[in-house]
């Protein structure tokens, strides 16, 4: 880049064209990098994300993507649809920040936008499941409140790990 040019600012929107396929990309980068994960990983993100964008209702989910000059470079989704019948609480899914921006905040602020909406639609909690061993996203979900509240051996992602729920109570109940 040339001296003094500007870079394109950061934006946070919801859903961009091109999302589906940038999220399920950033994930299996990530995953295969970092965690051996391969096509079964990618294509259940991929298919996840193509089954709920469709079915989105603004009264219960929510979507949102970070980028950068029109590329996608983060996102999460909170599925009200998918949380065991009304009154369970919403899924947390999908969250993800590159490695471009990691460390900046980003992600703060994506957990915080995502909670604070199932907060305004009356969400009485927020789940979400992920594994031992990403203990950055584990101290980013602790700082807003969610709890580990299970743990077990799974192959959900494709490899064996050590799957683990975090639950975050919005009505006041705990939920562990």
């Not at 399920?24 to 089954?51: C, D, K, M, N, T």
């Amino acid at each position: 880049m040339s001296q003094g040019a500007a870079v394109p600012e950061v934006e946070l929107a919801g859903y961009v064209p091109g999302a589906i396929g940038r999220l399920a990309e950033l994930h299996a980068r990530y995953y295969s990098r970092h965690w051996g994960f391969g096509l079964e990983f990618e294509a259940l993100v991929a298919a996840g994300l193509a089954e709920f964008l469709p079915r989105l209702d603004p009264a219960r989910d929510g979507f949102w993507t970070v980028s950068r000059g029109g590329r996608v470079l983060g996102g999460l989704a909170i599925d009200g649809g998918k949380g065991g019948g009304k009154g369970q609480g919403a899924h947390l899914r999908w969250f993800i920040v590159s490695e471009e921006l990691r460390g900046q905040g980003y992600g703060d602020r994506l957990l915080r936008e995502a909670v604070a909406f199932c907060r305004s639609v009356g969400h009485p909690s927020v789940f979400l499941w992920t594994f031992k061993g990403l203990d950055a996203a584990r101290h980013l979900y602790e700082k807003h409140g969610f709890r580990l509240a299970e743990e077990r051996e799974g192959r959900q992602w494709g490899n064996l790990v050590l799957e683990q729920k975090f639950v975050l109570a919005l009505d006041g109940i705990r939920l562990i």
